[in-house]
């Protein structure tokens, strides 16, 4: 396949001699794409494609079109900076943020860049087709939501242990990291409650345990190197010594977003004193849980929050709403939801 014109990212891939972004075995792919992590190649460091001249731009420019949600920036609890830093505005925050990444202990996360930047929407997209390729699966018409989020990180910042629900490729293009991952389907690790807790909207709740360490598969992500994160793989990350540079490709896929609504009713469920039966089990019962979270969703959503939570937010006012539909499925207390 030629690419049809000279972008950056296009010309770096023929330097490269490649045209394809993953450097990846297909039958491994095949084996453990969305079941468990396992790291690869990828063809898109040591350009200016992901500079953090570019990148600051890139932020700028999403202030200035009134995106200021796609910029966040945090600092570390080591910062010297911190009071100050923490009541500046964002654009004087993200030129400290710029200004200060090798020193301080500071992070910029630039959600949706694909939407600023046509390089990275091109390079979001051609990612999407390899997955899809590789895992010989279809994929594409799935797809309910992507994009390109990219991290700049101070050295040693640490991102604390959570679950996600989009599948997740993370690309390292500048420094390293460490990605502690584990595996999503080990209920000793992550039990459905949790799960079932982070789908009603609780993001922390999926509980670090340190004496199941052992059980994480950790990454040593260096340029040129790409970390899988299956949907609900539990992960922290430490940043390496030096500046950290990540892509993160993710994506919502319509079969998982369904079975995330299980989740949700069977955590009201068991809030009612239930057993809920989980996702899986019983097409049933699941279908029924899909459809009545579903009625009430947004029809067209365009983030991760509507696709997950629209259904939520409109049975929870009035919260009675979820009582009423909660008692009419569960039937004696005994019985599994
Ligand atoms: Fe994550």
């Known amino acids: 396949m030629m690419w049809p014109a000279a972008s950056e990212f296009q010309q770096k891939m023929g330097r490269a001699g490649s045209n394809s972004a993953l450097l990846v075995d297909t039958p491994e792919f095949k084996e453990k794409y969305n079941v468990q992590p396992f790291m690869f190649g990828h063809e898109l460091g040591n ?4 500079s953090v001249q570019r990148l600051a731009a890139v932020a700028e420019k999403m202030l200035e079109q009134g995106n200021p949600k796609n910029v966040t920036t945090r600092v570390g609890k080591t910062s010297l900076a911190d009071a100050k830093f923490s009541g500046m505005p964002l654009k004087e925050r993200l030129a400290e943020t710029v200004q200060q990444i ?25 990612v999407l087709r390899e997955v899809e390729q ?31 629900h989009e599948s997740n490729f993370l690309m390292q293009i500048r420094g390293s990291k460490h990605v502690h991952l584990f595996d999503p389907s080990d209920r000793e690790v992550v039990p459905m409650e949790q799960i079932e807790s982070f789908y ?13 360490e052992n059980r994480a598969s950790v990454f040593h992500l260096t340029p040129g190197k790409v970390v899988h994160q299956p949907p609900l793989a539990p992960h922290w990350v430490q940043n390496g010594d030096d500046v950290s ?55 067209n959503p365009t983030t991760p929050g509507e696709i997950l939570f629209s259904g939520l937010t409109r049975l929870s006012t009035p919260p009675r709403a979820v009582k009423r539909w909660v008692r009419s499925l569960r039937g004696p207390v005994t019985r599994p939801g």
Request: glycine residues 6%; hydrophobic residues 40%; contains cysteine.
């Open 47 to 50: 350009s200016s494609l992901f």
């Open 102 to 126: 090798s020193e301080a202990n500071v992070w910029l996360k630039l959600t949706s860049a694909d939407t600023i930047d046509a390089e990275y929407n091109e390079v979001l997209q051609t």
């Open 134 to 164: 590789r895992s010989g699966q279809p994929l594409l018409h799935k797809i309910t939501w992507a994009a390109m989020t990219v991290f700049l990180t101070s050295p040693r910042v640490l991102t604390p242990y959570h679950i996600d």
């Open 200 to 212: 009603a909207g609780d993001f922390e709740a999926a509980q670090y345990r340190p004496d199941l």
């Open 245 to 299: 540079i990540s892509v993160s490709i993710g994506f919502c896929l319509r079969p998982l977003d369904r079975v995330a609504r299980v989740y949700q009713v069977n955590h009201y469920l068991r809030r009612f004193g239930m057993r809920p039966t989980p996702p899986g089990q019983s097409m049933m019962r699941d279908g029924l849980k899909k459809a009545g979270i579903g009625m009430v969703s947004k029809s």
